[in-house]
C-alpha cells in the first residue's frame, strides 16, 4: 500500500496560500485521476483543483472555509495497486518557490515525474524512462497521464513512432507554439538575466513569426544622391523656417518610394494562403528606435498622397509620438511598407525583417562621399559624389528577383535624378 | 488565439458562455463582452452583502453570479468585459493585465495596475479582474468603465447588510475603490464600439489569431448551462 499526500498547489503566480471553500470529495471516496478534488479561493482566484493519482481518500485534514499555505498537505490518498511509493512528490507540488534564476530547470525536474499508475502501465507494457520523455504529457501540470502512456503503447504496436496524444477537444486554428526563447538557462556568474517587457516580447515574436512566414532575400544598389544633397542644402533653411521642423532626407526616400510602390503593385501587398492581395492603399510605416531599446513602426497613411512638407510633417508627428509613448493605435497600423533608416547610425546596407503581412522592406543607408567614375563626352574622370545604399529585403513567395531589383533600382532612379 | 466579439448582452448567457469555452474549446480565446445593467459577484460571496437587493430590484438590474473569484461589480452598456482563456500550468495573471495597460496606452491613457491587477487612472479605479482555474484551463476577465453610470454603480454595490460574526461559512468580501470612466480622461472623444474594433483589430494583426462567432451547435449548449445554471436562484443566491 503507499500513500500520497495530496498538497495545496501553487495555483498561480505570487499566490501563497488558498481557502478550502468546497470538498467535492469525502473520506472513503473512491477516485481516478484527474477527478475534481476541491475547490480553492483566493481573494480573485476560484479553482477546482484536480487529483494527480488514483486511490482511495484516506483522510482529509481541512474542512471547508480553512485557509491552507501552498505546499501544505490537505490529504491522503491510498493509491489502489501501488508498488511504487511516492516520496518524490515532495518534491513536485510542495517545493519551496525556487530562486527566479533558476525557475526554468525546477520546472524541468517537475515534468520528469511519473504517477504511479503512469509507470506501472509503462512497465507493463516494456516502456523505459527514456521513452516517457518522449511522450508529450496532456495532464495536470504537463504530467503524463495513463492515457497519454496507453495512446503512445497502441501507436508503437501499431507502428506508429510519432508520439501525438489525441486532442478529445473541439480542435480550434492555434499558431504553433513558438520556441521558447529562454531554453538556455545555462548561465556562469556575473550573467544579467533580464525578463523581456512586454513590447520587447511582442518584437521577438513577430521578427520570429516573419523569418518562419515568408522565404527573405535581400538585394542592394548604390545610389548617387548628390543631386539631392545639394536639394537638401539649398532648401533646408528656408524649409526650417516655413515649416518648424528641420529638412532630412527621408521625406524625399518615401516619395521616391510610393512612386515605385505604384509601378509595382506586388511590393505593396500581401499573401494571404494561396491568394496575393495588391493593396490599394499606400501606408508607409517607419521605423523609429525607442529610448527603452524596443522599436516601433509608426505609419504614415496614404503617403503617396503626401507631398514633401506634408510627409515632413508627418514623420516629425510620428516619430515624437513613438518616442513619448503617445501613438494611436490606428498610427501604428494599416502598414502595407516599411522603411528603416539604419543609415542614422552610420551603416551602409543590412538585411533587413519583413513586417508581417507586409511583404518587403527597403533598409536605408549612411550618405557618404566618395571617389566615383563619371562619364563625360570629353572621357571618363573620377569625381566626389554623395552615395548611399538601399537595402530591399523581399517575400520571395510573391516577388521574384525581376521585381524586386526593379524595384529598388526605380527608387534609385527617382533619387538619383531628383529636382523639386 | 481565436477573438469573439460576442454580441450578446444577457448577463446569464455571457457567464455560461465563458465556462462553455473554458471547458469545450481547446485553445486559447479572447472574448470581448457587454451586459445590459447587471451586478456580478463572485463565486464565493455573499450576495445579499454585496448588492443593494432593492435598489436592482427597483432599477432591473439583474443579479448573477460568475465562477471567478474576487468581489462585486456593475455592468452596464458603458462597460466592457475581456475575456481571456488559455492553457497555463502556472499562469501568471499579470500578463493580462499588462497587455490591457498597452491596449489603455494606445488611447494615449497612462493607467497604473496595483497588486491585485486592478487597474487606476489618477487613483480612480478603472478596472478590476478575477481568474478561475479549471485543471489546466484558466480563464482571467476585467472590466473596463468606459462610460458607465456611476451613480447606478455605486448605489447598487452598496449593501447595508453584513454577515454576522457567527457565520462560519468564508465569503469573499469586495474591496472598494472610488471609480471614473476612462472616457473622461481621453482628449479626443471615442465610441465605445470603435474602442472594441481597435483592440480587436490590433489582436487580428498578430500572426495565428482569427475572428470566432458563435456557432449554432455552441449557443445552443451556452444556454443549456444558462438555463441550468447560471439562471438559476439555487446558483445566484447560494448562501
Known sequence: MSIFELKMPKLAESITEGTIVRWSVKVGDTIVEDDILFEVTTAKVNAEVPSPVAGTIQKIFFQEGETVEVGTVVALVDMEGGEHTVEAESTVVAAPEPPKAVAAPALKEEAKWYSPAVLHTAKEAGISTAELETIAGTGYLGRLSKKDVSNFISQKKNGGSAPVAAPSKKLLPVHPPLPNFSTSTESAAGDVIVEMDPVARIIADRMLQSKQTSPHVTTVVEVDVTKLVYWRIRHKAEFLQQEGIGLNYLPAIVEATTKALKEFPKVNASVEGTRFILKKQINVGIAVALDDGNLIVPVIQNADKLSISGLAHSIDTLANKARSNKLKLEEIQGGTFTITNFGTFRNLFGTPIINQPEVAILGVGYIEKKPSVIETPEGDVIAIRHKMYLSLSYDHRIINGAVGGAFVKRIADYLENWEK | ?239
Open chain 2, 1 to 239: 488565439m481565436v477573438c469573439i466579439d460576442n454580441p450578446y448582452t444577457d448577463a446569464y448567457f455571457n457567464l455560461a458562455a465563458e465556462e462553455y469555452l473554458l471547458e469545450h474549446f481547446s485553445g486559447d480565446v479572447f472574448m470581448l463582452w457587454q451586459n445590459e445593467s447587471s451586478v456580478i459577484v463572485g463565486k464565493n460571496q455573499n450576495v445579499q452583502a454585496e448588492v443593494n437587493l432593492d435598489f436592482a430590484r427597483e432599477h432591473h438590474i439583474k443579479v448573477a453570479r460568475r465562477h471567478t473569484g474576487g468581489g462585486a461589480v456593475y455592468h452596464d452598456a458603458g462597460n466592457l468585459n475581456l475575456t481571456f482563456i488559455e492553457t497555463d500550468d502556472r499562469p501568471d495573471f499579470g500578463k493580462y493585465t499588462k497587455r490591457i495597460l498597452t491596449m489603455l496606452s494606445v488611447l494615449g491613457i497612462q493607467a497604473q495596475a496595483d497588486e491585485r491587477n486592478s487597474i487606476y487612472i489618477d487613483g480612480l479605479k478603472i478596472s478590476g479582474c478575477a481568474q478561475f482555474i479549471r485543471k489546466n484551463r484558466i480563464l482571467f476577465h476585467a472590466t473596463l468603465l468606459f462610460s458607465s453610470d456611476l451613480s447606478n454603480l455605486n448605489a447598487t454595490l452598496n449593501s447595508l447588510y453584513t454577515v454576522p460574526e457567527t457565520e462560519t461559512k468564508h465569503y469573499v468580501k469586495s474591496v472598494k475603490s472610488p471609480v471614473t470612466n476612462i472616457l473622461d480622461h481621453l482628449t479626443e472623444p471615442l465610441q465605445l464600439n470603435d474602442f472594441k474594433r481597435m483592440i480587436l483589430t490590433d489582436l487580428l494583426g498578430n500572426a495565428g489569431n482569427s475572428m470566432y462567432a458563435f456557432s449554432r451547435e455552441d449557443t445552443t449548449a451556452i444556454n443549456r448551462l444558462k438555463t441550468e445554471k447560471y439562471v438559476t436562484n439555487n446558483w445566484n443566491f447560494q448562501a
